[in-house]
């Protein structure tokens, strides 16, 4: 209603306004409505990376229900799964409907802010990947924060270009277009692409982008990388962010702040934050964001002594609802917390960690088999039991390697069963593969 005129969001093909999006976006959403769509039901998005898969997102949003985003790229078998333990009221996929004709204005719907707003899947340990729903309030939280901590103006660009099913591109769509910034969406074909990012963002006056350390990497060895000046800040996360390279970002762009994030799907995008400073020689998690806490426990659930190593549980507005449909594991991994109100809890991370001498969290490593490869968080315990279940399988073991130049690869020994495997055994671990 402030800036109707001006661009709210950039594609490859087309770019909307203010208006024209939030047009199309509530006629979308009049027609889930009339569908059924509403609070506390699921959305399933299939759509490609470009405007109208924001426009998808809005749409599910403004209709009151919560969006299931499903990557293009997922393999077949990960979104039946997906779909089958969502039971989505329903499936947008690869082009919106026809909404020619539905009301313009703003839908009107009563919500709470504890409504799901969305639910991601990540991976899980017991061989499928499980729905993590998180509520308006804990994502109005981390959007505010950023908003706030960043000091976005309506001049600044976002760069759109992570995969819709990882919690990272929440910031990215809703973060800008809530105070009438702008938001670049990068194709399909060169998200991953250190040179057309580098071209995007500088063509595209982007001020703001989110990398994983792995991308970032290749970004700053692309010689157009220099050219990309328009750049503030950047969010870095999923990964280890290691120094060198923060360090080799900061003299490259001097006048870009390289931001270290850290967040499980589990707590809303991202529970700590540090802002690099040049020439340091570590790169810790940092401290809290807006409403939340932390704790470095020990097996007993004590607090650990400065410098000493313990396990990592989140508390606070940050913390999802727990696991879709699965009571069990959630009641597992979000426990009581003793050290907040009645009723208060906190989420077991696994990840070991220490304060250190600034008072920062530096982040050690797992309590468990996760790992982190390009930024995908994967349970090796999901690859283990997938391959396990093969008849053609005895036994199964899935570790990480690193080459020479760091580059991670997940690699599975498996010991073929001599009475069912087949013949051409090396064929079929290539399938597989």
Not at 58 to 69: E, I
Request: aromatic share 8%.
């Amino acid at each position: 209603a402030r800036t109707p005129d001006r661009i709210a969001v950039i594609g490859e093909h087309e770019s909307l306004t203010y208006a024209e999006f939030n047009k199309r976006a509530n006629q979308l959403a009049h027609w889930l409505i009339e569908r059924g769509a509403g609070p506390e039901r699921l959305v399933a998005v299939k759509i490609p990376r470009s405007v109208d898969l924001l426009v998808a997102v809005y749409g599910v949003v403004k209709a009151g229900a919560a969006y299931v985003p499903l990557d293009t790229e997922l393999p077949a078998e990960r979104v039946r799964h997906v779909l089958a333990s969502a039971n989505p009221l329903l499936l947008l996929e690869d082009t919106l409907p026809d909404v020619a004709g539905y009301p313009e204005s703003d839908p009107v719907r009563t919500l709470s802010p504890d409504n799901a707003a969305y639910v991601i899947f990540t991976s899980g340990s017991t061989g499928g990947p499980k729905g993590v729903p998180v509520a308006h309030r804990s994502i109005t939280n981390r959007i505010e924060w950023g908003l706030e901590h960043f000091q976005v103006t309506v001049e600044d660009r976002m760069l759109m270009s992570t995969s819709a099913s990882f919690d990272a591109s929440v910031p990215e769509m809703f973060s800008n277009l809530q105070m009438g910034a702008s938001v670049v969406v990068a194709s399909a074909e060169g998200r991953r692409d250190p040179a057309y990012l580098a071209e995007l963002i500088r063509r595209e006056r982007v001020s703001a982008a989110f990398f994983v350390p792995s991308l970032l990497s290749a970004f700053v060895t692309e010689p157009a990388a220099a050219n990309c000046t328009s750049l503030r800040w950047i969010e870095v996360a999923a990964e280890a962010f290691p120094a060198a390279l923060a360090n080799r970002f900061t003299d490259l762009l001097p006048d870009c702040t390289a931001n270290n994030l850290y967040g499980p799907t589990e707590a809303t995008v991202e529970v700590t934050g540090w802002q690099h400073v040049p020439g340091a020689d570590r790169v810790p998690i940092g401290t809290p964001i807006w409403n939340n806490q932390v704790y470095i426990l020990d097996a007993a659930l004590r607090p650990v002594a400065p410098g000493v190593a313990g396990e990592l549980y989140l508390a606070g507005t940050c913390l999802a609802r727990g696991y879709l449909g699965q009571s069990g594991l959630t009641s597992e991994r979000f426990v009581a917390c003793p050290f907040g109100p009645a009723g208060a809890r906190m989420y077991r991370t696994g990840d070991l960690v220490k304060w250190n001498k600034d008072g920062q969290v530096e982040y050690l490593g797992r309590t468990d088999s996760q790992v982190k490869v390009r930024g995908f968080r994967i349970e090796l315990g999901e690859i283990d039991h997938v391959l396990s279940g093969h008849p053609s399988v005895a036994q199964a073991a899935v570790v990480v390697r690193e080459d020479q130049k760091g580059d991670q690869r997940l690699v599975a020994y498996i010991e073929p069963d001599p009475d069912t495997a087949v013949a051409d055994t090396t064929a079929q671990v290539e399938e597989w593969r």
